[in-house]
């Protein structure tokens, strides 16, 4: 799982980085400003779930008995990214309004992945 979740950060975080240029260079002219905000709250919402999807692994890597609440919590990080960030960048460049009723299944999902990140610290044996 460990492998898994640091490959996923990286590959998150590097894609948050292009979304972030795209959004800069190429969107800037071609979308309102208001598409514009959006897509790029999806970028740093991104950019801030790889890092604690980065952090989760790097926890596993450390623990010998990590508890469940923390793989829930690197799961919750991505699929949040998926949902959340995916559906800001698709409401950005097409506009179809009703993808905003699936982001905050995202937000959820974050959510989620903080608590069931507490509740992993609170209960490690350290």
């Not at 740093?44 to 596993?60: D, F, G, S, T, W």
Request: hydrophobic share 60%.
């Amino acid at each position: 799982m460990t492998q898994i979740f640091l490959s996923l950060a990286a590959i998150l975080g590097g894609l948050s980085v292009a979304a972030g240029a795209f959004a800069s260079h190429a969107l800037k002219e071609r979308i309102s400003e208001r598409s514009l905000l959006i897509f790029e709250t999806g970028a740093r919402y991104q950019m801030y779930h790889a890092l604690a999807l980065l952090a989760v692994a790097i926890l596993l890597l450390n623990l010998k008995d990590p508890p469940p609440s923390l793989i829930a919590s690197g799961w919750l990080f991505v699929i949040g990214v998926a949902i959340f960030s995916g559906s800001l960048y698709a409401l950005s460049l097409t506009g179809f309004k009703y993808l905003g009723a699936i982001t905050p299944l995202g937000g959820a999902a974050f959510i989620a992945g903080w608590c069931a990140l507490a509740f992993a610290a609170w209960n490690l044996k350290l």
